[in-house]
Structures are given as C-alpha cells and as structure tokens.
C-alpha cells in the first residue's frame, strides 16, 4: 500500500507541473441501445453495440461502459462498414480502445477527410490463438485540426479473425499509449513476488526472465489502485540471481499495478491465510488461485501427495500450473507450492503420477525412489507454445517431490486426435508393463503400453467418456479373488469389466456414480501399500468461493470399493476412516422415537461437523436434516433422497436408512446405504448461525442411532 501511495504522489506531482490540458472531447462511446446517427450498411455490426462478448466468441476484455462495437455479429463469416457523422478536429490526438483482427483495409478503424483515408488502425491478430482485448492506441493528427472528417469502422474480411473491436473514440490533447514489453530489474533475495490483483481487469502477460531465458509465464489481472487480493510467484529457485519481469503491454492508467510488484519473504494477506471467511475448513484448498482437477495422486513412504491444476495468479481459470500438497494422515495438508510449471511445450493440463519402483525411467540418482509425473502439454494455450498441438509429456523427482525436473526428451507421446489430454498411468503387474489410460477426444478413451514411462505403444480404445480417465481394479464385496477392472471420466460415471493389459472389456455400464452437484475429474491414489489396499479417491469440488483469494476445493477423500448389488456391480463411496482425526465434541441419540413438529434440534457450536444417523422410516412420510436452513430429506413414498434442487433414487426394503453427512462452510456431502448413494452438495453456509434439526413429517421417525460430531479444523 506505501508504494501505491508513493506512485500516487508522484504522479499528483508530475500532473502539477504541467499546464492543464482541455478536456477530451468523446466522438462515440457506443453506450446506447443503437448507432444513433452513425450509418451502418452490411451485417457485421449488428442492430446496435454489442454488450461485451457475442455468442461462440472467446472472451472480450479491456472495453470500457457497458457496450462497444464488435464486428464479431454471426461470427466471421459477415462483414459491413460502421460510419460516424462529419466531427471537426479540434485536439491532437484521436485515441481509441481497439481489438480483433490484423487485417489492413480489411478489418480497420479510419480517419476520412474528404472521401480520403488520410489514418488507419487494426487490430493485433492475425494467427490462431490471440486475444479479444481491446487496448488503446490512435492518431497524432495536429496537422488536420480545424478540418471536418469522419470515423468509418470497416469489417470486409470473413476469415479467421475477421472481425474488429472499438470503444471510447475520444478526441484528446494526451495521447493515450500502451508500451511494449516494458521491464523491471529484480536482484532476488527473497522468496516472493508480489502482484496485485482486482478481479475483472484487462488481463496482462508477464514474463521472468532469468540470463535471458523465460522461466515463468503466465496473465494476470493486475490492479492499478486498490487490489482485491494479492497473488505470489515463488523465486525461490532463483536466490542471488538477476531476473527481469516485463508485461507485454503497459498502460500507465490501466496496469500500473505492475510498478508495485514487490519481492518479500512473505506475501500480503498470509497471515489470514486459512481463516478467510469462506475458507473451508476439512477440505483442501490452495492459499492462492484457482484450483481444479485433482492430478498426480500417489503415495510414497508415509505422504499421500495430491497435485491439481492450478491458477496461482488468479480467481477464475487458466494458466494452468500443477499444485502439490502432501498429507501424512489425508485430512490435514501442506502446501509445498507449485510443481509444475509451463513451457515452450504448453501450460500444464491433468495428469497422474506413479512410484517407478523398477527404475524403470532411469531416474533414480540417490537412495529415494523416483517419482515420475505424466502429464499433457496443453500446446497453444499460452504464447511461449503457440500453434503446438496437445502432447504428453513427463516430470521426475529424486526428494520425494520437493523438486521436479522435466524430461529432456519431452513430449513422450505425439499429438493423436484432437484435444487428447488427460493421461492415467499405473503399472499392470499381469503384464509388467505400464499402461495409459487417455482421453483421445469425441468420447472416446485410447490404451497405450510402456516399459519405461518414455516410449508408448498404442493398444486399443474405446467409445464412452468424456476427459479425465481413471482405471483400476476393485474386489467385489472384499474378494480379491473376485476383482473387476473400472474405468471412469471427468463426470464420474464408470463402466465394469475386465481389463488385461491392452484392451478394457466393458460388463456393465455406463453407471452414475454420483448424484451431486459439484463433484467432477476425481483420482485414485497410486500406490497405496498392499497392507492397507484401500482405493482411496479426491475429486475436484466445483464450489465457487466469491469474494475471496482463492476459488473452488477438493471434495473430501472416500474410500471407494464395489459391491454386488440386486442392480449389478456398484461403486460405493465412503469418507475415509481419518475423519476420526478430526472429530472434537460428540452428541448420541438410541432408540428414540421423533413425532411430527417435535424437531430434535442438536445447536451445534460450530458449523463443521460429521454426521451418522440409522433412522427408521417405516411410519413417516418425509425425515431428515435441516442444517442452517438446507434440507437433507429422505421421502418414503417416492423412494428419493433430496437435497436442493438434486434427488437420488433410494430404496429402503427393511424400512431404515444409514446416512452420513459431512458439513463444512460451503458444502454438505452425503453418503446414504455406506455409500451407495453419494451426493456432494455445494451449498453456502457462511453467514448463517450454525445449527442442525432432526425432521419428521406424516408420521413418526425411530431413531436407531444419531451420532453428531464437532470437527477441528484440518488447518490448526
């Protein structure tokens, strides 16, 4: 904030000293319903200006108000001209915001004087990839003051990045100017940069550069006055060496956020990190930034590491980086910071990571055994790869996953289809070999087999999920002698069969796995030691988390298993047994009757708790919880479980029901029959008093058994 005040100053200072300019006179802002009087012909500008971004177009940014003009009206494919009334010159300047294509004549802004095109502007793209923010530039036209002209907007290109973006024509004694690749000098001797960030801004490209090499990439949103939160970049790595940072475009009114980027051994805000008020509590989330899907999780020597895709730098999605924790106990997490990081091969989408027990990589240099990465370079999704396709490539650690280094030989498997991503490994102790599972596009999954995690066969594929694959074996009901193969996607729906080695035997399904609302990419943890032979698995929890410096969570690890059903084969999941760890104060209820408007109410002290009820239903209508004013309800006639808006089918023969909740700030997960219904619910609870109500309606509820318990936090 000192620094801030100190640029500010400075700046009071500077504007001080010199005359005072007229003020800007606006030619168009384009904030109406319509053109007014400016004269349309073609379609491309559509029946008035566009308010933002139009269908199938990627995300406009860095236009001001609420509306400009885009071309992008019914895509590339239209063109027309947008024509202001005669202005006279009366500045030296005409500045504008401006976008969309780099196609001169054909997707421009011109100055006429006369019937003459006397300047001319585009916009920066003309390849695939790019971006739809608009940024200042104009014309110096001192020269031409005093004459009358015209503002004509032209669209006659129908190609890619056919289309042109404009705002805010003002004509000004200032020029309004972006500089190119401006930089700052850092000498690191602390562990942190610091960046502000404000949420909506025009998104910035920064780079590090160390002896002239990038080293880091990523956008940002950077804040020019008061940020909504700040955002770090470990340098770490980088102690007693020069770096360079530069922003790929500097706007001083727009982005001189990038002035008060500070290093620190610390970052603003962390000594709340935690306490935040939407801060789950027995779920992990990362200090800072966007999280999705759960990546890379494996087990090795007493740590459960868990990896996920990760924004450090900002509250929605992108840049994508691998997060990394570990955990000794999967409910309490340290955050070891990021692992991954992108590169000239792309940013880092989803993976897994498995133990090379075998050495099989070549990787092992000291007395620990190598963890290997495998991962998607996601190609043009930032500059540094732009036009690369989609490859799989690896990483290896030799100190339990401190550090990683990228294989020099990546990508170890070439494009194949489409946006194939997502890759599975485990080894196939049948066949001794390594296999992959991987999203190859258009629902379908491809097989492939390895000796040493760097050279891949393909084998096989299949017609039936969408991104994200998961495959392993499950004993049914306990019996190893009786195991079957499960193969899933992003959206946890599963299918059973066989598997042996190169090709998957589907038996059943499509099952549904889940029945929530922001369950979705879950993994399984490799490596897990036979003596314990759980499957034990964390999905991303699609929770948004407004207000705050970091967005979404993961759901709270369940132990899955698959049991034989009156339905067929079934995937089952319940919480780990480690929430004992977290369990404080508890309340028990036995063999109790509930009536009909006589709540059993629990008045909780806290909002976290974990819940286990075996309820008798026989005689009522409706049961269930009312916890800070959300239903969990159980309805005898229909035979549905039901909370908010999503309902699961559950039959109860014997006439009782076995249900677990686990409540936390922003979200109920449910488990009914041991997990044969499994219901994660995003809910907001922040706010609201802490409580919880037993129900009944249309008759009496026996209360075989309720147990509620307080929780700690995962974080003290």
């Not at 207000?547 to 049991?563: A, D, I, S, Y």
């Not at 922040?686 to 307080?710: C, H, M, Q, W």
């Amino acid at each position: 904030m000192v620094r801030c005040i100190f640029l500010a100053v400075m700046l009071l200072a500077v504007s001080s000293s010199t005359p005072a300019a007229e003020p800007d006179i606006v030619i168009a802002d384009f904030e109406g319903s319509d053109y007014g009087d400016w004269q349309v012909t073609g379609r491309a500008f559509g029946p008035g200006p566009a308010r933002g971004t139009l269908p199938n177009q990627m995300q406009v940014s860095g236009y001001e108000g609420k509306g400009l003009v885009n071309s992008y009206y019914d895509g590339d494919g239209t063109t027309g001209t947008l024509t202001s009334p005669p202005f006279k010159i009366e500045r030296r300047y005409i500045n504008f915001l401006i976008g969309g294509g780099m196609h001169p004549g054909e997707t421009c802004i011109n100055l006429l004087v006369g019937e003459k095109t006397v300047r001319t502007a585009t916009g920066p793209n003309d390849r695939p990839g790019g971006s739809e923010a608009l940024d200042w530039s104009g014309w110096e036209v001192s020269d031409l003051v005093g004459q009358m002209a015209r503002i004509q907007i032209v669209d006659r290109h129908t190609g890619g990045w056919g289309h042109i973006n404009v705002d805010q024509i003002v004509q000004s004694d200032r020029k309004r100017e972006v500089l190119a690749d401006k930089t700052r000098e850092f000498v690191f001797q602390s562990r942190y940069l610091n960046f502000p960030v404000r949420n909506g801004t025009q998104k910035r490209l920064i780079h590090l550069l160390i002896d002239g090499n990038v080293v880091r990439e990523f956008d940002i949103e950077l804040a020019s006055g008061e940020a909504d939160f700040w955002v770090f970049l470990d340098v770490s790595a980088f102690q007693g060496k020069k770096g360079v940072l530069r922003i790929d475009k500097y706007d001083p009114l727009r982005t001189s956020g990038f002035d008060a980027v500070f290093q620190a051994d610390t970052f603003p805000g962390e000594k709340d990190v935690y306490r935040e008020r939407r801060r789950p509590q027995v779920h992990f989330t990362s200090r800072r930034g966007w999280n999705n899907d759960a990546n890379g999780m494996v087990y090795y020597d007493g740590e459960y590491h868990l990896f996920y895709q990760h924004n450090p730098y900002g509250w929605n999605w992108g840049n994508m980086t691998w997060g990394h924790a570990v955990s000794r106990d999967l409910v309490h997490w340290t955050e070891l910071g990021d692992a991954i990081h992108p590169d000239h091969l792309g940013t880092i989408f989803s993976g897994s990571a498995v133990v090379d027990e075998r050495n099989t990589a070549g990787f092992r240099t000291g007395d620990e055994k190598v963890l290997v990465c495998v991962y998607t370079s996601a190609g043009g999704t930032n500059p540094l790869s732009a036009g690369r396709p989609f490859t799989q490539s690896i990483a290896y650690s030799n100190d339990r996953g401190r550090s990683w280094t990228p294989y020099e030989g990546n990508p170890v498997l070439a494009h194949i289809h489409g946006g194939n991503r997502d890759p599975k490994v485990i080894w196939h102790e049948a066949t001794k070999q390594w296999v992959m599972a991987l999203y190859l596009d258009d629902q379908e999954m491809g097989f492939f087999t390895s000796d040493n995690l760097k050279s891949w066969r393909f084998q096989s594929k299949l017609k039936c999920f969408h991104e994200c694959p998961e495959l392993f074996a499950l004993p049914v009901d306990g019996d190893a002698a009786n195991a079957r193969w499960v193969l899933y996607g992003g959206n946890g729906d599963y299918l059973v069969g066989q598997f042996n080695g190169t090709e998957f035997v589907t038996e059943e399904g499509p099952i549904r796995y889940h029945y929530g609302n922001c369950f979705y990419a879950s993994q399984t943890f490799n490596g897990i030691p036979a003596s314990d032979g759980r499957r034990i698995q964390i999905a991303w929890g699609q929770v948004n988390m407004p207000e705050m410096p970091f967005n979404q969570m993961m759901l709270f690890p369940v132990t899955v298993t698959l049991r034989a059903t009156g339905a067929g084969l079934r995937m089952c999941a319940e919480p780990v047994r480690e929430i004992a760890r977290l369990h404080r104060d508890r309340k028990q209820w036995r063999d109790s009757a509930l009536e009909p408007g006589q709540d059993l109410r629990v008045d909780p002290r806290t909002e976290l708790l974990h819940i286990q009820a075996q309820l008798g239903v026989r005689d009522c209508q409706t049961c269930g919880f009312i916890i800070s004013g959300v239903s969990v309800a159980y309805d005898t006639q229909k035979r549905e479980l039901t909370c908010q808006d999503k309902t699961a089918p559950w039959e109860a023969p014997d006439g009782t029901i076995d249900i677990e909740l686990i409540v936390d700030r922003t979200s109920i997960e449910i488990f009914g029959d041991h997990g044969r219904i499994y219901m994660p619910m995003g809910v907001q609870l922040v706010d609201k008093p802490a409580s919880l109500d037993l129900f009944t309606t249309g008759g009496n509820t026996r209360i075989e058994s309720l147990v509620v318990y307080e929780l700690e936090s995962i974080w003290h």
